[in-house]
């Protein structure tokens, strides 16, 4: 059968959120502006990114993805992820360890009610004509610098987007338990762009990601979409197997 | 209504020094087995980098110790991938020829571009070319094949003239096919005059509708060869035992392995946006309709696992939607050992072949012919 994560997800749990709850409420956010680079990573951390819940992609992959949402409930943010392409049993998902929103009302809105490992820091996302530009800093270091090149119109229909499944933490029968997150937002696609993917700065580490390398760029796009944060409906236990620990919500 | 094989080769990991070895040597004797049997074709796939779920890289090896090892049966490229960073139209021609030379003339021709990242990224091909690139090469392939010598100056590819050889066995060439895997490429095969080599299965509704749409098409194609092959060739999932519980608890077993592993992939729509892959990767309506249920919670209502009385059922519902030829694939990730596959199909051959006997053709009358 397929490989599967080899992780312990242990020493990086103390800064997943602990849900409170996870009985939550839609949450539209209109108008957002999506960028999205994907590449290839080098396979000596196929197996040491993920947990035992999950697969690998065939090749593995990384997908940069950085969010600006010009309005919401708290105000405006920008949202940078950074998630291993994966499969939880055979479905198609991105897990998500760490991720940075330059706004603290949204962080608390992400971390209690769909289980972001959000942390707050300096994060933009620029459109130009030639290029959409995505920028992550803390401490002075740039953590992510990710942009696509030379955009050219396409369809939204043309775009696929990966449910997360993001690491968190929630109370299970009086014991903190961590759980992988299933977040599938619903997109209403405006525009969409597509253009050369460039990476000009990574820092694996601060994204919890040893050894994650991109070594080969593949796509990239750019699209302005109405986003819809779901309710909950599936939650999987990082540590069974991957046929084994999906739990409904 | 004709039957077939048809081989991914999958190889369950752990690869040790002769797994490979011996599931190869499993295919070839299956393949025997069905010549012997009375089975009209088998067809193997040209894929490449998809581990477990196929290591078949390259088909026209594999389908020509398939034909030295025997008599009857068609072998079928399915497919030769139309991409220039994966083969060559001359290439593939002059391959084909001689697969239908050495195999006295049994060679089916299927053309297609490959539908995952994990091949297109393998090799640096572009995916918004090859629905072009897959377009003129079905146009000059046969050119090829017929031409005393051919020239060409095209988009993607030319050449200047020269006599490409050999020449099929099969005159004027071998049957030509489209897989169809993306809505619309059926489309594509009937304008034309491809056959359709339908790798998705659909529900019956859906599968009439688009047949009967393939039909009305090609009566008005344009055909790239020298004939019209109009044929609708469908994939399935075969296993077939006396007691019917066991037989759909094992192909279920079989379904699941094969979509289990498809999905570890990365379907080029995942990892590319274009418009030129709108559908989600390998086989993706028949692994669909294949893990579904049918609505009494049983097998899916058209895949033909079970015993002999409801394969019969179900094979005859194909007939009566269109469906000229039905392809098998007999196992996954050697889930189900090698002597279990030969007993369903003996079983099959025995039970399940003799109630379409009367209504076999032969195959298709320039196909037929030979030197």
């Known amino acids: 059968m397929p490989l599967v994560g080899t992780r312990d997800l242990t020493p990086i749990l103390d800064r997943a959120p602990l849900m409170p709850s996870l009985d939550t409420e839609q949450w539209a956010l209109p108008g957002a502006r999506i960028l999205q680079v994907l590449y290839e990573i080098d396979d000596s951390a196929m197996l040491s990114l993920l947990p035992r819940a999950l697969h690998p992609t065939i090749p593995p992959t990384v997908f940069f993805v950085v969010t600006h949402v010009p309005e919401s409930s708290v105000g405006p943010f920008t949202l940078a992820e950074v998630r291993v392409g994966c499969r939880s049993a055979m479905r198609p998902r991105t897990f998500l360890t760490r991720a940075y929103c330059d706004n603290a009302a949204a962080v608390t809105e992400l971390r209690n009610r769909w289980g972001y490992p959000v942390e707050q820091a300096e994060a933009t996302l620029q459109r130009y004509y030639d290029r959409a530009h995505g920028l992550v800093t803390a401490g002075g270091r740039d953590l992510l610098d990710v942009s696509l090149v030379n955009p050219e119109p396409i369809s939204g229909s043309d775009v696929q987007y990966l449910p997360n499944v993001n690491l968190a933490r929630i109370q299970r029968d009086g014991a903190v338990v961590p759980r992988l997150i299933q977040v599938d937002p619903d997109f209403t696609f405006r525009s969409a762009d597509r253009g050369k993917p460039m990476l000009t700065s990574f820092v694996a580490d601060a994204w919890e990601l040893p050894g994650c390398e991109p070594n080969y760029p593949v796509s990239a796009s750019y699209t302005v979409a109405d986003v819809t944060m779901p309710k909950l409906r599936f939650i999987v236990d990082p540590n069974k197997g991957p046929m084994e620990g999906v739990e409904h919500v | ?371």
């Open chain 2, 1 to 371: 209504m004709k039957f077939g094989i048809f081989y991914e080769i999958s190889v369950p990991r752990p690869w040790e020094a002769n797994t490979e070895y011996q599931v190869y040597q499993n295919c070839l004797e299956q393949v025997r087995l069905a010549d012997e049997l009375g089975f009209d074709q088998v067809w193997a796939v040209e894929h490449h980098f998809l581990e477990e779920y196929s290591h078949c890289s390259a088909p026209e090896i594999f389908l020509t110790a398939c034909a030295m090892q025997t008599k009857n049966i068609r072998i079928g490229r399915g497919i030769t991938v139309c991409v220039p960073q994966f083969n060559n139209p001359i290439k593939a021609a002059e391959v084909a020829a001689t697969m239908d030379i050495v195999s006295g003339g049994r060679l089916e021709f299927g053309t297609g571009r490959s539908a995952t990242w994990t091949e297109l990224g393998g090799f640096g091909a572009d995916p918004d070319e090859t629905k072009k690139t897959w377009d003129e090469w079905v146009r000059i392939i046969p050119k090829m094949w017929t031409q005393e010598r051919f020239g060409y100056e095209g988009r993607a590819f030319s050449m200047p003239t020269r006599a490409i050889l050999p020449k099929p066995y099969q005159k004027p060439h071998p049957p030509m096919w489209v897989a169809v895997t993306s809505p619309g490429t059926e489309l594509d095969a009937a304008d034309r005059g491809m056959g359709s080599l339908g790798l998705t299965f659909g529900g019956f509704a859906e599968q009439d509708q688009k047949i009967a749409e393939y039909r009305r098409r090609i009566r008005y194609c344009d055909p790239v060869g020298s004939f019209v092959n109009e044929q609708v060739n469908t994939v399935n999932f075969l296993y077939c035992h006396e007691d019917n519980e066991v037989g759909i608890k094992t192909g279920m077993r079989v379904t699941g392995t094969f979509n289990y592993l498809a999905e570890q992939l990365l379907a080029a729509r995942q990892a590319y946006p274009s418009r030129s892959y709108p559908n989600l990767g390998l086989l993706p309506a028949l692994r669909r309709e294949a893990s579904s249920p049918a609505a009494d919670g049983g097998a899916p209502e058209g895949t033909a696992i079970g015993n002999p009385d409801r394969i019969v059922e179900v094979v005859k519902k194909w007939e009566s939607v269109g469906v000229d030829r039905i392809n098998f694939l007999l196992n996954a990730n050697e889930t189900v050992p090698q002597q279990e596959v030969l007993a369903s199909l003996r079983l099959f051959a025995k039970e399940v072949m003799p109630k379409f006997a009367d209504k076999r053709q032969p195959v298709a009358a320039p196909a037929a012919g030979g030197a």
